[in-house]
């Protein structure tokens, strides 16, 4: 017979590793189906020192104490891409590449995706030097000259970090102050002033990356008198924010104008037994305490839907 399961739960950030652990308390037949890392964002970020109980942790060390949590209860994992929805109908319909998996409801827990530069020839660069402020990218520069784009947090981290590697690190942000933490942005003046190799490129904005195969250069425009300049690099980082890429979920969910999905304090999106949870949805704040809160939240109204009680 076909298989229906009460929840499927797409993603495997902690808002989604949250409502999978709060559904299987509450034993609900459930599904979660992540694409890559468990952990999401978290599994990339270098220190975790704001989430309750844990003073200073890794991002990877953080995301595989959530995974086994996850794991201790028993919960159906599948490691694919959904590719589709249909959520508009009573039985919920998850397509992955090789497969369609039903359920009664479904949470969605994508997070947010990396925002590109937008020049030319972009996908070209990308592992030929060019990259989205990966870890695992770091260290391919020791001794020569990065690019670090962006003014926040991984932008600010990322050039910290290159500084002790590389030659020689171009922070290039396209606002005059960076709007990272403000102890960041204070250790990146406190690295600026003990003479490491950053060089602050404010108010500018890469316009194209010049190299054959692999990178050799960056134009960079700076802003207030459109004058162009010519960097030589080897590599580019860019950190330049995240956005909602919600492609894959059905259109009749509704969104805001920036695409993020609309719900009420249940989590519950406009179709019924739909609920978005973590960075994904409309929230005043995407942080790992308000993922994991969401997620908590979203399975207790799953639960609650399927008695008919909302
Ligand atoms: C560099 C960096 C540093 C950060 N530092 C902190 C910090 O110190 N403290 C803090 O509280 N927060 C921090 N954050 C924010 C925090 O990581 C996010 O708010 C949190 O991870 C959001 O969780 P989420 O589950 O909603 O989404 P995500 O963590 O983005 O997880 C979404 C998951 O869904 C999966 N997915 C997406 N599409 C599909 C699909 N089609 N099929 C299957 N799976 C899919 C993805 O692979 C991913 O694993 C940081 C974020 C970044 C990028």
Same mark, same amino acid.
């Given at each position: ?105 479904? =949470? ?5 995706? /990396?925002?590109?530069?937008? $020049? &030319? ?5 990308? #592992?030929? +030097? ?90 960079? =425009? ?5 004058? /162009?300049?010519?960097?030589? $690099? &080897? ?5 330049? #924010?995240? +956005? ?67």
């Amino acid at each position: 017979m076909e298989e229906i399961f009460d929840l499927i739960i797409i993603g495997g950030g902690p808002a989604s590793m949250s409502a999978g652990i709060y559904a299987m308390q509450t034993k609900l037949k459930t599904l979660l189906i992540e694409r890559n890392t468990f952990g999401g964002q978290i599994a990339t970020t270098s220190s975790v020192d704001n989430y309750l109980g844990f003073q200073k942790i890794s991002g990877e060390e953080l995301s595989k104490k959530m995974y086994e949590h996850l794991l201790s209860t028993n919960i159906k994992i599948c490691n694919e891409e959904v590719t589709k929805t249909i959520l508009n109908e009573n039985i919920k319909q998850v397509f992955t590449h090789n497969n369609c998996y039903k359920s009664r409801t479904v =949470i969605i827990g994508i997070g947010t995706s /990396i925002r590109k530069l937008g $020049v &030319d020839n972009e996908n070209k660069y990308l #592992g030929h +030097g060019l990259s989205y402020s990966t870890l695992n990218d770091r260290d391919k520069f020791q001794n020569k000259c990065v690019a670090v784009v962006g003014g926040g947090n991984s932008a600010i981290e990322d050039a910290i970090y290159l500084s002790e590697k590389v030659k020689k690190v171009y922070l290039i942000h396209r606002r005059n102050e960076f709007r990272a933490d403000r102890k960041l942005v204070e250790m990146l003046y406190e690295k600026i002033n003990n003479n490491t190799q950053i060089e602050l490129k404010l108010e500018y904005k890469p316009i194209s990356i010049v190299g054959e195969n692999e990178i050799n250069q960056l134009k960079i =425009i700076h802003i207030p008198d459109e004058k /162009i300049e010519t960097i030589d $690099v &080897d590599g580019i980082f860019v950190a330049i #924010g995240r +956005g909602a890429d919600t492609d894959i979920i059905d259109i009749n969910v509704n969104r805001n104008n920036s695409g993020y999905i609309i719900t009420d304090e249940q989590m519950k999106t406009n179709l019924p037994g739909v609920f978005a949870v973590g960075d994904i949805r409309n929230t005043p704040l995407r942080q790992i305490v308000t993922a994991t809160s969401d997620g908590a939240i979203a399975s207790i109204s799953a639960l609650n839907y399927i008695k008919g009680n909302i």
